[in-house]
């Protein structure tokens, strides 16, 4: 079993993002996703910005994948997309399924967990496109994967998303700068504050979601350590960490070490509960509401 980075799905400055990623490059992750998938008016990051990164992570080992933006909404953000399609030095992971299309017979790819791969027969028709990897959908139990795994096509890769604030919806809003009483257009990229997402209560004051500009999160945390034992007897060959704002490379080592069995998952999950930003859950993997938590 392989363990993959996902993309960061917040608007960190070009220093913040190259100093996480040289502490990325000593840790012992496999896969790293790479490129801004929510908002394309953050630009502290450029196309070349993101190549240079690249070249260095794979220098150090790593497998580098581009990530797609999940929402297109102009031919500007279509133009972004087919330049990350048509780079011819590193895989591309499609998060829509324009992008899966431009990728036909171009070279693997990975499906990701956006298009809403559900059933054996979408995955052959990615796996017809040129896909090499699904990545599962968030909301996806157990029992659905495995009724899945026997049923994939030749060769192709399974990844589950096992860490991390849970994506779950993007809009042509953008509720960072609303909440701000701005405009989308003149937002003042006030996403650069929230390193981790702005927390949204409920009228009890009770933790409810996070605002990421046009992105919904989940604001608890979704962990499935305790669940990699399971994953392995599946067959699952990635699982995936979505990075956050401090402790990412000791969350990488403690599921590398679940992974090499060198911990327990209860103990792995005991040294992960100080450094997550809200509390655990993980009710999607047992069939039930994602907010709720199956110890």
């Known amino acids: 079993m392989k363990l993959a980075l996902g993309p960061v799905q917040y608007y960190w400055s070009k220093d913040r993002l190259k100093a996480f990623y040289e ?5 012992p992750v496999d896969i790293i996703y790479l490129g801004e998938t929510v908002c394309s008016r953050r630009h502290e990051m450029r196309e070349e910005d993101w190549l240079a990164l690249a070249d260095i992570l794979s220098s150090a080992g790593k497998d580098v994948v581009l990530s797609t933006q999940v929402l297109l909404e102009s031919g500007a953000h279509l133009n972004a997309m087919h330049r990350i399609v048509g780079n011819d030095r590193y895989m591309v992971e499609a998060n829509d399924m324009g992008a899966a299309g431009l990728l036909e017979g171009t070279g693997p790819f990975v499906a990701g ?10 995955l052959q028709i990615v796996a017809g496109l040129g896909a090499m990897r699904w990545v599962m959908p968030f909301e996806m139990g157990k029992d659905n994967l495995r009724q899945m795994l026997p049923r994939l096509p030749e060769n192709m ?7 991390g604030h849970l994506p779950l919806a993007y ?3 953008c509720f960072t700068a609303r909440y701000h009483n701005l405009q989308k257009d003149n937002c003042g990229f006030r996403c650069l504050g929230y390193p981790d997402g702005l927390q949204v209560n ?6 409810f979601l996070l605002f990421n500009g046009i992105q919904t999160l989940s604001v608890k945390v979704y962990n499935l350590i305790q669940q990699i034992p399971q994953m392995m007897a599946l067959g699952v060959d990635v699982v995936r960490i979505s990075p956050q704002s401090t402790d990412t490379p000791d969350i990488i080592r403690c599921f590398n070490a679940v992974i090499e069995k060198r911990l327990s998952p209860s103990e792995g999950m005991a040294i992960l509960q100080p450094l997550m930003h ?7 993997w047992h069939g039930l509401p994602g907010m709720d938590w199956v110890p």
């Open 23 to 27: 502490a990325i490059a000593q840790s």
């Open 157 to 163: 890769q399974s990844e589950v998303f096992v860490y």
């Open 171 to 173: 809009s042509a809003r």
């Open 278 to 284: 809200g509390e655990p859950c993980n009710g999607y």
């Open 202 to 207: 409920t009228q009890e004051d009770k933790p």
């Open 113 to 122: 967990p956006h298009l809403n791969l559900y059933n054996p027969e979408a």
